[in-house]
């Protein structure tokens, strides 16, 4: 009885590892083109869900292209042309990654490597010339032939010679060259452009989320749903907004003009013009009224002006009138003595007026 437990055992224990090493490594969850997973030598065409292994090779052809989510949460972007086996790949029963190790033939990656609580984990490229070792990062890496290029988008990634064993420390926004049998070239600061080639290269959308559990199926993703984020799930609706009626928008009333006062006149300063006050039928112009002087604009104060006379008149003699009266000398000798010495108060009415309306 204890022979036969002691032969089932080591049986036991060669199917658990080879179910641990079976286990998928890595689900494709995004793709497009004819990608081909080889499987234990068989070439298959690649599926959206499908799980790729430790050993399986991914080929993706010209045109096309391929996302790989890990087991870790890492992700794998391959560019078209590109030939990759997954060496290694471990994890722990709580998903931490413990050992991987991918190889590339040739063609160029994109890989997201998620941070991990364990120190030790790394994660490995090796190429024909070759490796690049990092803990968390986001680096592109191309082998093409004799030569691998290595440019870090953050964190760092260290590259080894297959050759000389010398290393060289990238940092981020940097990028290092290796040629068979010589060391790494100095990390120099990559150029943008260069960059946004790559990522063009490498972008593939993802269309379904991986297993997040044993047992559980992949399921599409959404378009448009954030890369490394489940679909979220329907929201219920909510019910309309209502809103109050706007009021209606105040006005504001204008203020009325300004009353400007009337422009004084330029020859009296101390009357208004007189193109600025209004026509009334009747109105004596401004300043005056019906007892006031009659204007004599050709004359200064002080000054005496004889009258027009017709010309059969013109023989007699004239008798000097005063100043600013407007009346006949006979009326200001009658009434006030001589012209020059009888000024015409302003509200005495005129006597001729006065004769004329009693006849």
């Excluded at 890496?141 to 990634?157: I, K, P, T």
């Excluded at 109105?283 to 009659?294: D, L, T, V």
Aim: proline share 14%.
């Amino acid at each position: 009885m204890h022979r036969s437990a002691a032969a089932i055992a080591p049986g036991l224990v060669l199917w658990l590892m080879t179910g641990a090493v079976a286990a998928p490594a890595g689900t494709v969850v995004g793709m497009s083109g004819d990608c081909i997973v080889e499987h234990q030598g068989a070439r298959n065409a690649a599926t959206l869900a499908q799980g790729v292994e430790v050993g399986d090779t991914v080929e993706v052809p010209e045109g096309g292209k391929m996302k790989l989510r890990m087991a870790d949460g890492s992700v794998v972007s391959v560019a078209s042309g590109t030939r990759m086996s997954v060496t290694a790949y471990g994890v722990s029963d709580l998903g931490q990654r413990q050992d991987a190790q991918l190889n590339l033939q040739q063609g160029l990656l994109r890989v997201e490597v998620t941070p991990t609580a364990s120190a030790p984990a790394r994660f490995e490229v090796d190429t024909a010339v070759g490796t690049a070792a990092v803990r968390s990062t986001d680096w592109f890496v191309e082998a093409n032939g004799d030569d691998m290029q290595v440019n870090v988008l953050s964190g760092a990634v260290e590259m080894t010679s297959r050759t000389t064993h010398r290393a060289v420390m990238i940092p981020a926004h940097s990028g290092s060259q290796l040629r068979r049998g010589s060391d790494p070239v100095t990390p120099r600061p990559f150029h943008p452009a260069a960059v946004a080639a790559l990522t063009g290269r490498t972008r593939v959308a993802e269309r379904i989320v991986p297993p997040a559990r044993p047992g559980v199926s992949a399921q599409p993703r959404p378009p448009g749903t954030p890369i490394g984020h489940p679909p979220e799930a329907p929201s219920a609706p909510h019910p309309p907004e209502v809103r109050p009626p706007e009021p209606p928008p105040l006005r504001i009333p204008e203020p009325p003009a300004a009353v400007h006062p009337p422009e004084p006149h330029p020859e009296h300063p101390e009357h208004p013009h007189p193109e600025a006050a209004p026509k009334l039928p009747g109105a004596y112009p401004p300043g005056r009224h019906e007892h006031s002087e009659p204007e004599h604009r050709d004359e200064k104060p002080g000054a005496e002006h004889r009258r027009e006379v017709a010309p059969e008149h013109r023989d007699e003699p004239q008798r000097p009138v005063a100043s600013g009266t407007g009346y006949g000398s006979r009326h200001i000798e009658q009434h006030h003595g001589p012209a020059h010495l009888a000024p015409h108060h302003p509200h005495h009415p005129p006597q001729r007026e006065r004769r004329e309306h009693k006849r």
